[in-house]
């Protein structure tokens, strides 16, 4: 987590975990419901996401699943190039952002694939 945040910027910080949560049941039930196990090309760059937010990856969720998890992690992205961090935390929200689109693409990559 980012100490280096405004508290306005906790409000967005909870939004883009609230997407990023989102995107990973959502991500997690495709890849439950495909067993050739093609959504684990994904892993690396959802892990990085969470490591990076401090958010636990594989926790239960309960609210409504995505049909588009990419489109989250991009909107996600969107709302972390807008944070106001000081220049200690510029690496940290660059990296979270890169992190969020690199998901994004390894997800849409997937379900290209598997759409062939």
Same mark, same amino acid.
């Given at each position: 987590?980012?100490?280096?945040?405004?508290?306005?910027?906790?409000?967005?910080?909870?939004?883009?975990?609230? !997407?990023?949560?989102? &995107?990973? $049941?959502? *991500?997690?039930?495709?890849?439950?419901?495909?067993?050739?196990? @093609? #959504?684990?090309?994904?892993?690396?760059?959802?892990?990085?996401?969470?490591?990076?937010?401090?958010?636990?990856?594989?926790?239960?969720?309960?609210?409504?699943?995505?049909?588009?998890?990419?489109? !989250?992690?991009?909107? &996600?992205? $969107?709302? *972390?190039?807008?944070?106001?961090?000081?220049?200690?935390?510029? @690496? #940290?929200?660059?990296?979270?952002?890169?992190?969020?689109?690199?998901?994004?693409?390894?997800?849409?990559?997937?379900?290209?694939?598997?759409?062939?």
């Amino acid at each position: 987590m980012n100490k280096t945040m405004s508290g306005n910027d906790d409000q967005e910080r909870s939004e883009v975990v609230e !997407l990023v949560t989102r &995107a990973e $049941a959502s *991500v997690e039930a495709l890849e439950t419901a495909a067993p050739n196990g @093609s #959504w684990a090309m994904t892993a690396f760059s959802r892990y990085r996401v969470c490591e990076l937010l401090g958010v636990t990856p594989y926790e239960p969720y309960a609210g409504e699943l995505a049909d588009d998890p990419a489109g !989250l992690l991009d909107e &996600a992205a $969107a709302l *972390v190039d807008q944070f106001d961090v000081s220049l200690e935390g510029l @690496s #940290w929200r660059l990296a979270l952002a890169d992190a969020l689109r690199s998901a994004a693409k390894d997800i849409r990559m997937v379900a290209g694939a598997r759409e062939v």
